[in-house]
């Protein structure tokens, strides 16, 4: 079975101010995707990045990056000069690909004050 | 290009009453997914739908959740009777299926069921 650790139930941080949520996950197949979504306050997760396991670069868009580090079963997401607007629930999850069943973590609540 | 569409977006009703949730996923989505969503956690799979067909529905409470994806477009989530445990959101998504969108869900705002 999938299980996703998001240890960081709540970071709160000041405008500019870099932050790194961090993600943890099991799974026992060999071949699986990664995800983080936002969810800000109005409710609907938004699809943030997929990684597929064989793929290991770190990822940059932007203001976003993403380590994932297999060795260590992590996938964590940094924001780079973190704005008010960036403030929402932050979900990473697992997908299985023979089952098509994505697993959610229980999510990191960030918030930046101006 | 319209997105996931629920309603009602929050409904309130006393233990033991019927409840049911609409959604209509994007157009062209052939995979639809039903969540639950309790306060603090992460989405839950209830039951998901590729076309017509529930093709996982291992998580859904069968003696009184029951769902419908007529014609493989819209579909109904319903709740009867609701207990107090129930009182959570339940979000629609949908997706294409497989390939490189796999994984990419679509969400709608959800439902947010209050049970008294």
């Known amino acids: 079975a999938q299980k996703v650790t998001q240890a960081q139930t709540e970071i709160s941080v000041v405008e500019k101010e870099d932050v790194t949520l961090d993600c943890v996950y099991e799974t026992r197949d060999t071949t699986y995707y990664l995800f983080w979504y936002k969810q800000p306050p109005s409710g609907e997760l938004v699809f943030l990045i997929r990684?597929?396991?064989?793929?290991?670069q770190n990822e940059i868009s932007g203001r976003y990056s993403w380590n994932f580090q297999k060795s260590t079963s992590s996938f964590n997401f940094t924001i780079t000069a973190s704005q008010v607007v960036d403030s929402a629930v932050y979900f990473c999850a697992v997908l299985n690909t023979g089952f098509q069943k994505l697993v959610f973590g229980t999510g990191t609540r960030l918030l930046v004050s101006p | 290009e319209a997105g996931v569409v629920q309603s009602p977006r929050y409904k309130i009703i006393e233990k033991k009453q019927p409840v049911a949730f609409w959604c209509n996923p994007i157009s062209g989505h052939n995979t639809l997914y039903w969540y639950l969503q309790n306060l603090g956690q992460g989405p839950e799979l209830l039951i998901r739908y590729e076309n017509e067909e529930a093709v996982d529905d291992s998580q859904l409470p069968k003696d009184r959740f029951s769902a419908e994806r007529l014609k493989g477009v819209d579909s109904t989530l319903k709740i009867q009777p609701a207990e107090l445990g129930d009182s959570a959101v339940y979000l629609c998504?949908?997706?294409?299926?497989?390939?490189?969108?796999?994984?990419?869900?679509?969400f709608g705002e959800g439902s947010r069921l209050t049970v008294l």
């Open positions: 990684r597929n396991s064989f793929d290991e």
């Open positions: 998504a949908s997706s294409l299926m497989g390939g490189p969108n796999t994984g990419e869900l679509f």
